[in-house]
């Protein structure tokens, strides 16, 4: 993705949470990876003995971005009119948002894709003119024609392929369902440009598909939320600017070793939100993979590694998983280690400590499961099974009690009648706000971090 410099890393830490004893005939081990990295966003990363610095790439300086943001301009946008007018607007403060030196692109999302600012197939550099230019252009836009999200991500690809830059972002908004293009053609795009930019993406209104705006984040490693008042618009769009800028190193990769005879059964990033990262190993070298993380700045996420060891005897330890951050050199030669921790395996005859569970793994599998059973629950509510909605949603309302989350509570409180949070005991709810609903699935992956 980025074309990156060595000579401003933020420094990254790596704690690992495990209970590393097993019983006799034991084999899964689980451990909760907190990565943190620190020097970065707004403030700089700290360089590099030995390396030369690019004049982005400065210590207080931030790294070098380009950002593209996507406007949907399909027909709908135009009921009612104020949504395009606040998408208009919206898309006027993510700009003026931008820090002076970064590229930038404005792309009109229709049944086409059209890059409506600089234009030509370029990107523009933000000071105070082209923002100016890039605002009037805004002005211009109008509702018109059907919803191609595909379309919208491969022209973003084709402007930020070309940027030399650090960090590389695209912004999408749609208030539409994707209906001229097959699901086929989104995912193929998806899968393009993956690796290649983060994305995140917004769905205004209650119109738009919640699985199709969530997997447009999840495949490239941003954030998915919904704006059910477009009046909203602005706020948050600036909000997802602020983040972008705030990005001070991409493409880092959790590097997995196993040793022979291990066997990974899953790894998973469990906070802020829960993404299932296993499907997206790369092999890198005898037993090791790398699992993409996307842009980091001054942030702290969680991921959870599961593996399976080979059976051993009481008394014997081994290393289960060796657990790296891994920056790759633009220029093809080696990668930089970052930070690393160790998850373990010892065997025990000491039953209290073989039957802890470590109180991180609990609650994350605990996290993991609340979304999980929150989209079924959901299913089973628009399937007409009211019989497994309720027993599934009342399941969610338990794990959100018990894990504090209160904000997903709070959303399963608009959708279910609780009644006794503690034992899931909750009826659904006659009827149900659309938005309510939408809101619980968009946001049903966000997680509470386990108080330490």
Known sequence: ???????????????????????????????????????????????????SARPSQVP??????????????SGSMDYPPTKMRNARDATAAAVDTLRDGTRFAVVAGTHVAKDVYPGGGRLATADAQTKAQAKDALRRLSAGGGTAIGTWLRLTDRLLGGADVDIRHGILLTDG????????DLRAALDSCAGRFTCDARGVGTD???????????????????????????????QMMENAMGKEVADVALRLWTPVGVEIKFVKQVAPTVADLTGRRTEAGPRAGDYPTGSWGDESR????????????????????????????????????LSQGLVRAVWTDDMVAS???????????????????????????????????TAKLGRAVQLASASGNEDTAKLLSKVVDVVDAATGTVRLKAKVAEADEMTLETRSTKTVRVKK
């Open 1 to 51: 993705m980025a074309n990156f410099s060595k000579s401003n890393v933020p420094q990254f830490s790596v704690e690992v949470y495990q209970n590393e004893y097993l019983p006799e005939g034991g084999r899964e081990v689980n451990g909760i990876v907190t990565v943190t990295s620190t020097g970065g966003g707004t403030t700089g990363g700290v360089p590099l003995a030995g390396a």
């Open 60 to 73: 207080g300086q931030a790294a070098s971005a380009a950002v593209v943001i996507m406007v949907d301009c």
């Open 177 to 184: 369902r994707n209906e001229h293009e097959s699901p086929e």
């Open 208 to 238: 738009w598909e919640v699985k199709e705006v969530t997997a447009v984040a999840s495949a490239l490693l941003g954030t998915a939320d919904i704006v059910a008042d477009p009046a909203g618009l602005a706020a948050d769009f600036t």
């Open 302 to 337: 969680d991921y959870h590694v599961c593996v399976q060891v080979p059976e051993a005897g009481i008394g014997q330890e081994m290393l289960a998983a060796r657990v790296s951050l891994i920056l790759p050199d633009p220029s093809g030669g080696a990668p930089r280690t």
């Open 355 to 389: 039957t802890s569970i470590n109180p991180q793994v609990a609650h994350y599998t605990g996290q993991a499961e609340l979304a999980h059973v929150i989209q079924q629950g959901l299913d089973a509510r628009k399937a007409g099974d009211f019989d497994g909605a």
